[in-house]
C-alpha cells in the first residue's frame, strides 16, 4: 500500500525588516448640519409659517365680519329712530296740552265735558304710538334696541295711565276728589317722561357704541343726570320729541305673522 503525502501547514507571512505598519482607515463620518438647515427645523417652520398666514387670514375675516354686523345693527337701530320718530311727530301738541288743560279744568276756564273730550283724544293719539312701536321687528340679538323700544312702550302706556286718570277727575263732582285726580294724573306724566326718555337714552347710547356720531345737542342727555319721577311733582314740561327728518316718508305698517 502505497504511502500519501501530507501538505505542510501553510506558514505565517514574514514582514520584511523595515515594511511599515497596515494603514488602519478610520470610520467614515456623516458631515454635521447647521441645525438651521436640518430637514426637521425647516419642517417645523414651514408649519408655523402656515399657522401664522392661517391665524391672520381668520383674524382679518372675523374683523370683517363683525364690522358688517356693526353696520347692520346700526342701520337697524336708525330704522326704528326714524320709525319712531315719524310716530312722535303728532304727539308735540298732545302732550303741551295734557300740561295746560287739567290746570285749566282745575281753574273752572274748561267744562268737564270739553276736558273728558280732550282725555279722549289724549288717550287715542297714544295708543297709537303704543302700536306703532309693538310692530316694529327688532333683529334677533339686539339687546340694546329691544331695551330701547321697552323703554318707550312703558313711558307711552304711563301716558295713557294719565289721561285716563284725568278723564276721571272730569268725573269727580267733589273739588277735594278732583284735585286728587289731577295731582295723581301729573305725577304719571312726570313718571311717564322719565321713563320714555330712558328709551330714547338708550338708543342714542347704542348709536354711539356702533360708531355713529350723534347730532348735535344729543351728547349732553347722554352724559347728564338720568331724570327721575317724583311723588307730588308740579306739572312737568313736555318732553321733548324730536321732528322726523326733512323729506321722511311715513313707514308702512308691518303686516302681523300668520
Known amino acids: 500500500m502505497a504511502k500519501t ?52 387670514a381668520s383674524v382679518a375675516l372675523a374683523a370683517r365680519k363683525r364690522g358688517e354686523e356693526r353696520k347692520d345693527q346700526l342701520e337697524e337701530i336708525n330704522k326704528f329712530d326714524r320709525a319712531a320718530q315719524l310716530l312722535q311727530s303728532p304727539l308735540q301738541p298732545v302732550v303741551q296740552s295734557m300740561n295746560e288743560a287739567p290746570q285749566s279744568f282745575q281753574i273752572g276756564l274748561m267744562t268737564a265735558e270739553d276736558f273728558q273730550a280732550q282725555t279722549d283724544t289724549w288717550i287715542a293719539e297714544f295708543r297709537k304710538l303704543d302700536q306703532g312701536l309693538r310692530k ?37 263732582p267733589d273739588q277735594t276728589g278732583r284735585d286728587l285726580a289731577l295731582q295723581n294724573g301729573n305725577a304719571l306724566i312726570s313718571h311717564a317722561t322719565a321713563v320714555y326718555g330712558m328709551g330714547q337714552r338708550t338708543l342714542a347710547k347704542e348709536k354711539q357704541r356702533l360708531g355713529a356720531k350723534l347730532p348735535e345737542g344729543q351728547e349732553n342727555p347722554l ?35 300668520p
Not at 138 to 148: D, K, V
Not at 227 to 250: K, M, S, W, Y
Open 223 to 257: 352724559t347728564g343726570p338720568i331724570p327721575l319721577p317724583e311723588e307730588n311733582p308740579p306739572p312737568p314740561p313736555p318732553p321733548e320729541f324730536p321732528a322726523p327728518p326733512e323729506g321722511a316718508q311715513p313707514i308702512p305698517e308691518e303686516l302681523p305673522a
Open 136 to 172: 316694529r321687528k327688532i333683529p334677533a340679538g339686539m339687546r340694546g334696541l329691544e331695551e330701547a323700544r321697552a323703554s318707550m312702550v312703558q313711558g307711552t302706556v304711563i301716558y295713557i295711565d294719565a289721561a285716563k286718570q284725568f278723564k276721571v277727575a272730569a268725573l269727580i
Open 5 to 56: 503525502s501530507k501538505k505542510a501547514p501553510p506558514r505565517k507571512p514574514v514582514k520584511a525588516r523595515g515594511a511599515l505598519p497596515t494603514p488602519r482607515v478610520a470610520p467614515r463620518r456623516r458631515p454635521r448640519v447647521v441645525w438651521y438647515r436640518r430637514r426637521w427645523t425647516q419642517v417645523l417652520a414651514a408649519l408655523v409659517l402656515v399657522g401664522m398666514i392661517a391665524g391672520t
